[in-house]
């Protein structure tokens, strides 16, 4: 459901993570917006899945989509009245069809059938492609072909092939790589692949009325044009925003191009580090009254220990994916992650700072008549507070590196730029996002180094 | 005229007997030394007075009260306690180290500090300092204040000089002896020097194996040793 704020309607344009995909979802965005609609961009989604995912639960309002998708992998059926009972509906097509294609670099082979006999070509394939039921698997059924695929990011596919290391990808019909690296497309003889015309998929909300807007983009855009827009993302030097901008402005679509924000950067920093300590305070807590109880109640404390030592272990990505499912994407679910990654160290160093306290000054605590909740005051936590800084301050490093990867479940950021960049091929983005995020974690070390320095009780510090 | 009194005190560590049927009633406002080998249970049994290990059979009677264990706070702030390694905190100045037990008894007594430290010897400027900046037997003085700080009837000390060279422990002998003639209390004090012990005591507790093998004024046990063990650990210093 888009949500009413006053007379603003806000809606959430989701986008799958590649280049064509980001145009498509900046010229819905930019539509909307001239309209007089908010628009939340949640683009950096991931696959088909994760968006439809998104689109059906009601997290995003809208995202572009393919006919040949939507049938073959979505509803596994070509009866598009489903979507009704789902609440979504389909626009009419943008005017292109963006088919899957295999391609290789000029020679000998022109057909899909020609693949059959070059057995030693080896194939890198696109992971969403492997996966799909009109996939690799269906394909090579089909055609009898021998190859034996190795999975790969798409967008690192052409450079693999550029710089022969595969000798077969899959790829968009659209895009902006094949034409200006001069890539083959090998024919479809057997027509294999479906259509894939370009549409709005979105969610049918009596409330929205976007339906007039979005039909703006109806038969607007040629095949030729969105390669175009492909190649110019890639090899030029314009931004999705301008891109999407000038190609709506020359078609009249939207009258003048919109100011894009330049807080961009300062906006992602923000966002990266509201999710981190949101999470560590939480953390902390959580984790500290419990260290004090499993300190009191030794019994229990290996259990606990054991569980968040297991949770440790599980990997980032794999964290937050799980967490799509229960509580879907954005902020929360991505929060939650953060959270239980930073509980062990602030949990162990808790329950150890306090066990490592002399044992002959908690003896002598005890003689002079001290009730428990003294002696923690006067002499555990003063004592063991140094130790307990010290895993607040690894939690924190530990939660400012893995906020980098709450951008693929769409919790925005520093690591949207290292997604997108990765679904480019885009070094610079990379840094963009890769950069900052280091330097935030020097600065968080070097910050709880003077907080760790003021915990330190007087006559440990260095005089 | 009892202040500490032991009944039938017995205590097993994992199987093993540390103490065993030790009857003995303190006499109030004297010093008694516990004397005995390493092992013979004179820690355990000094432990067993303020609570820090529990019977496990007998009784324990302090101010003719048996031990509340359930809520031994306020029986253990009558009860002073000193070991070896002071035990003093780290991270507390003298002063708050001093004045601690005031603190935990909601008994704040401004004047009281800067008197146990012209007391013990101690400059009033140590006040700020922290205990790492004073010597050994520096900080068991300042041990020794927090000790006294409330004044209680009972005061206890386990090895209280043993890491200490011997000018300094003469010292703090005398300094012993001074809060016997000052501060009107029963002082217990466990250690494995018989001249110390013969140095400061009134009476003598010699344990062996956690058994009492004798108890009574110094003069008598020294002049009628119970038994050869007795004989034995008093001529190796007498001679």
Not at chain 1, 411 to 431: D, F, K, P, S
Not at chain 2, 12 to 39: M, Q, Y
């Amino acid at each position: 459901m888009s949500l009413f704020s006053k007379d603003k309607i806000v809606i959430r344009v989701g986008a799958k993570h590649f280049t064509e995909g980001y145009i498509l979802s900046e010229m819905l965005s930019q539509i909307l917006e001239s309209k007089g609609f908010v628009v939340e961009r949640k683009f950096n989604l991931g696959g088909t899945l994760v968006c439809f995912e998104a689109l059906r639960k009601g997290e995003i309002d809208i995202y572009p989509e393919y006919t040949g998708t939507i049938t073959r992998e979505i509803l596994r059926s070509d009866n598009l009245s489903l979507l009704d009972s789902m609440g979504l509906k389909i626009s009419k097509p943008y005017g292109f069809n963006n088919t899957y294609a295999l391609v290789v670099k000029p020679g000998q082979i022109k057909t899909i059938s020609d693949l059959k006999d070059h057995a030693e070509l080896k194939a890198g394939i696109s992971y969403e492609f492997l996966k799909r039921q009109d996939g690799w698997d269906a394909l090579a059924k089909v055609y009898g072909l021998p190859q034996d695929p190795v999975g790969l990011e798409h967008g690192l596919a052409y450079q693999a092939l550029l710089d022969d290391k595969i000798g077969v990808t899959d790829c968009y019909s659209t895009d902006g790589e094949i034409s200006v690296n001069n890539l083959v497309m090998l024919e479809d003889d057997k027509g294999f692949f479906p259509e894939y015309e370009a549409v709005s998929f979105y969610r049918n909300d009596p409330g929205s009325r976007i339906a007039d807007e979005i039909d703006k983009l109806t038969g607007s855009i040629s095949e030729a044009e969105m390669s175009a827009m492909n190649a110019e993302a890639i090899y030029g030097k314009k931004s999705f925003r301008e891109i999407a901008s000038d190609f709506l402005v020359k078609k009249n679509i939207i009258r003048n191009k919109l100011s894009g924000s330049n807080n961009d950067f300062l906006q992602k920093i923000t966002q990266h580090l509201f999710l981190t300590f949101i999470a560590l305070l939480i953390a902390i807590g959580v984790a500290v009254p419990l260290g004090i109880f499993l300190y009191w109640n030794p019994k229990l404390a290996n259990v606990f220990l054991y569980v968040a030592g297991l949770l440790q272990t599980i990997p980032s990505i794999a964290l937050l994916a799980i967490m799509i499912p229960l509580l879907g994407i954005g902020s929360l679910p991505a929060i939650v992650a953060l959270f239980l990654y930073a509980i062990l160290p602030i949990l162990r160093n808790t329950v150890n700072g306090f066990r490592n306290v002399d044992p002959l000054l908690k003896e002598v605590a005890a003689s002079l008549g001290m009730s428990r909740r003294q002696q923690l005051r006067f002499v555990e936590w003063p004592l063991a507070l140094p130790t307990i800084v010290t895993g607040i301050r690894i939690a924190a490093v530990i939660n400012v590196g893995t906020a980098t990867l709450a951008a693929f479940i769409g919790a925005g950021g520093l690591g949207e730029y290292i997604v997108t960049g990765l679904a480019l091929n885009n070094t610079q983005m990379i840094l963009k996002g890769a950069v900052p995020a280091a330097v935030l974690a020097l600065l968080i070390e070097l910050i709880f180094e003077l907080i760790e320095r003021r915990a330190t009780p007087a006559h440990l510090r260095k005089r | 005229m009892n202040e500490v009194e032991l009944i039938g005190l017995g205590k097993t560590f994992d199987g093993h007997p540390a103490l065993h049927e030790v009857s003995v009633a303190f006499r109030k406002n004297t010093i008694t030394a516990i004397v005995g080998r390493s092992g013979s249970g004179k820690s355990t049994l000094l432990k067993s007075i303020n609570g820090l290990v529990h019977p496990s059979s007998g009784k324990v009677l302090v101010a003719g009260q048996p031990l509340d264990y359930n809520s031994i706070e306020s029986q253990r702030r009558q009860i002073g306690y000193v070991v070896q390694g002071n035990g003093l905190f780290p991270h507390l100045t003298v002063t708050q180290n001093i004045s601690i037990p005031g603190e935990i008894a909601g008994k704040t007594d401004p004047s009281r500090v800067g008197e146990l430290l012209a007391f013990a010897d101690l400059p009033a400027s140590y006040a700020g300092k922290y205990p790492s900046e004073l010597s050994g037997g520096e900080q068991q003085r300042v041990a020794l204040c927090r000790a006294l700080f409330l004044n209680p009837p009972v005061l206890l000390m386990d090895e209280p000089f043993g890491s200490l060279d011997t000018l300094t422990r003469r010292d703090l002998h005398k300094k012993i002896l001074e809060v016997r003639k000052e501060f009107k209390l029963t002082m217990i004090i466990v250690t494995h020097d018989v001249s110390e012990a013969i140095r400061l005591a009134d009476d003598l507790l010699i344990l062996d194996g956690g058994r009492v093998q004798q108890f009574g004024s110094r003069d008598a046990v020294i002049q009628s040793p119970a038994n050869s063990l007795v004989k034995e650990l008093l001529q190796a210093t007498l001679n």
